[in-house]
């Protein structure tokens, strides 16, 4: 992709009213606009972010056999009052149509995928099985300050598995916490497994929160990786020695990037939602909810990985691996260079604007693609690129022959 052909430009100056790292940053790079407060536009280069985690994602939810749906984000109030949620969710957003009749922003969506399932489950047969979505949410947020992290309308996948018996359910909640670790992995962040509350339904659910000091959570965590709570519930203080003797616990700012529930039969109950047994005696449903917020997934990410110059993108959710900026003297090289690469599938940004060569370098860093290319008037004199990686300061000078075979090593 040619830059020049970007309309989303960058921005040397700091936003106003942007308060949060990741939302200066990404606005600033031009991967997001904001259109209100907790509401936010994916531009051309933020959205192949945004692509590459939903793939992750997808990736990790296919392979633990989950089916993929979209579920509509305009519901009925009525479905929302058999849960009793229509009264007691109160960051749900209500409105009417011109008749004057009611309903609700999807928040999430058990209140259409509860019901919904009643239509094809009757059986100890149609047991167990999984859907997810990757689908907006809207709540109405009282403190939307945090850019992406906290938003008003927001990207979310969520996965509900049903099952026989509790004990089948258990099961796949500790296989869906594997698919967890590989997501948060491959995307470059560290998560942390951690105890939380399971409301008054459960006795605990987990969260994957990651530290940071952007965070809006805090846990309670040992270093040695045995014991992690949010500090709202945690039994243990920070301080209190750890029993396999790992030190004190710690206290830290965190950001939890996702959850996971398991919600037995508190939905299932409300739309009776049941299937026979062998013996044809009727049974409720017993389910799990899985939840990542995608947007505060991206968010995060640039939380934990930048410097004073910007954005440093994971490999794996990079917009693009290579970022080849064309400088004075360079020109020729660089566009022969980018067709080259093109016409071999490797995809690159290629900087082509008529722009200064400092700019073009402060822009690479503030964008934040892992591998930099450089042709300038130097380079071309003995037909080579200069090569640095975004997170090192190393710079080496690669033959033009040899480019294709370097570029196509693992970065
Ligand atoms: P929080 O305590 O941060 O408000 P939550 O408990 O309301 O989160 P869930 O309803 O369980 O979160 O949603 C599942 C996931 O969706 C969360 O783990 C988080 O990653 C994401 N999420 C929740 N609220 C938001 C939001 N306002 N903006 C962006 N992502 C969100
Ligand atoms: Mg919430």
Redesign the pocket.
Known sequence: MKQSELFSKTQRSFPKNEESVNAQLLLRAGYVEKLMAGVYSYLPLGLLVLRNIERIVREEMNALGAVEVLLPSLHPKENWQTTGRWKTMDDLYKLKDRGGREFALAG?HEEVIVPLLKKFVSSYKDLPLAVYQIQNKF?D?LRAKSGL???RE?L?KDLYSFHANENDMLQYYEKVKVAYRNIFSRVGLKAIETEASGGTFSDFSH?YQVLTEAG?DEIIYCAGGDYAANAEISQAKEGKQCDLGHGPLKKAKSI????IFPLKDKYSKAFNLSFKDEKGKEHLVQMGCY???L??LLGTIVEVHHDKGGIVWPSEVAPFQIHLLSLSGGEKAAKRAYEELQAKGIEVLFDDREASPGEKLTDADLLGIPLRLVSSEKTASSDSFEVKKRDEEKIELVKKKDLVSYLSRPI
């Not at 939890?256 to 959850?259: C, S």
Request: no cysteine.
């Open positions: 999430t709540r947020e992290l906290r938003g927001f979310m969260e809006e939890e990037v996702g959850n939840g990542i917020g947007g505060r």
